[in-house]
């Protein structure tokens, strides 16, 4: 169900295959793992009662020394993740917002008419680019559950993982792509060489590709260790990058930060002989990236106060006889309650937007997910944000919760309560 993974996916460094039957290797040449958060469940894995889980997984931190990718020392069996996959892109306010200043973007240098997006979960960041003028779209996505709400949408979906074969069915019926789009999914693929190489199939010398990933930089500063899960394989610094790309038809021609999911980088790539010049941004990117061990080991020492911090936080609320909900069923959510061991008695429910993942459980507990639309009636007195991403429009969508008392603790990325 899982393989281990010991060599860095972006430079290679680690040790070499043979390196176990090699009575001379030293060790001196391998990933060091700085954060292990021992044996979970896998985060996204909301079940009904009675349906079954797949299973525990270990997730430890690795750091490669030379380029400072992050990278999980486990690799899941894809197919245990994704066949049945209840993540949707959350149609908020914000998601809205960050289309729309995407697609800005993308049409800086040359007109965008036709877009493909690997993992394109529900369609709705293609739904939205068609209202915002693209002309042709298709997704690619391996779980079926969610290709099947993007045709419901309009929006023509292959159910596969990104393999050559789906490039090449893809580049039958788009001959000219203009952009490919993979937004939060190359950090969820293991053979990084393999996907540039099925990407190249996509790609003419005009088309751009654009790969928004969350930044490992943003990651450590703000300590956001809960996006450290199964599905997320790397934690991606622009170094390991250049190190990826060096010996390949693809460079990284700019670089741009947007906030969504707390931070994240898009990366511009283009073909080796497109005319378009590399940007500014990718050496002010590279200059200004730290990312070096010591930042990663201090990373996790926080990540473990922060754990330590929230459960005696809650503990010390319920002592006080306070009701303590969760608000967002997120993967996050997950990360958090699993590795501070609380249970049903401590975090009452977790209140959801998403109707896919309402009456399952969080993995690993049996902590409710409830719909979201009890939580004013409910009236819980803290509530503690698990999609802290979101933030903003949580408080305004909460106020009159708040106007009653109501109190949100936001664990990230230091605990604090709003
Ligand atoms: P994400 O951070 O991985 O996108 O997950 C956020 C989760 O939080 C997702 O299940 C939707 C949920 N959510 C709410 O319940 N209320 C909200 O206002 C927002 C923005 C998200």
Avoid at 132 to 161: C, F, H, K, W, Y
Avoid at 323 to 349: F, P, R
């Amino acid at each position: 169900m899982y393989k281990t993974h010991q060599t860095c996916r972006a430079c290679g460094y680690g040790p070499p295959p043979s390196a176990i039957y090699s009575k001379c290797d030293d060790g001196k040449q391998k990933l060091l793992s700085v954060l292990d958060l021992g044996v979970l469940p896998l985060p996204n894995a909301f079940r009904k009662a009675g349906e079954p889980r797949p299973g525990h997984y270990p997730i430890e931190l690795l750091v490669c020394p030379r380029c400072k990718l992050g990278q999980l020392s486990a690799v899941v069996d894809p197919e245990v993740l994704y066949s049945n996959y209840p993540y949707v892109t959350s149609p908020s306010h914000m998601m809205q917002d960050h289309f729309r200043a995407l697609w800005k973007r993308v049409n800086l240098e040359r007109k965008i008419e036709t877009v493909v997006e690997i993992g394109s979960n529900d369609g709705l960041c293609l739904e939205s680019l068609v209202h915002m003028g693209a002309q042709r779209v298709m997704g690619i996505d391996p779980a079926s559950n969610l290709a099947e709400l993007a045709q419901a949408r309009g929006v023509i979906t292959l159910t596969s993982v990104f393999d050559r074969k789906a490039a090449d069915m893809v580049s039958a019926a788009m001959p000219a792509i203009d952009l490919v789009l993979a937004r939060h999914v190359f950090c969820h693929v293991d053979d990084w060489e393999d996907f540039i190489h099925n990407l190249l199939w996509l790609c003419s010398r005009e088309t751009l590709v654009c790969i928004e990933v969350p930044y490992a930089q943003n990651t450590i500063d703000e300590c956001q260790w809960d996006q450290i899960y199964a599905e997320h394989l790397s934690y991606l610094t622009l170094r390991s990058m250049e190190y990826l790309l060096d010996c390949s038809p693809l460079r990284l021609q700019a670089v741009q930060s947007f906030p969504i999911h707390g931070g994240a980088i898009a990366l511009f790539l283009r073909r080796n002989d497109s005319e378009v010049k590399r940007h500014d941004s990718v050496q002010a990117y590279l200059d200004a990236e730290r990312c070096a061990l010591s930042d990663w080991e201090r990373f996790a020492l926080v990540a473990r106060d922060q754990i330590t911090n929230l459960k005696l936080l809650v503990r010390d609320l319920r002592d006080q006889g306070k009701s303590v909900v969760g608000y967002g069923a997120s993967a996050k959510s997950t990360m958090w309650i699993n590795c501070m061991g609380l249970n049903e008695k401590d975090i009452g429910c977790v209140y959801d937007t998403t109707p896919q993942k309402w009456y399952t459980t969080i993995p690993g507990t049996k902590i409710p997910v409830v719909p979201h639309g009890s939580f004013y009636a409910d009236k819980p007195d803290y509530a503690i944000v698990w999609a802290w991403n979101f933030l903003p429009e949580i408080l305004e969508k909460e106020t009159r919760w708040r106007q009653d008392g109501g109190k949100f603790i936001v664990p990230v990325p230091e605990i604090k309560m709003l």
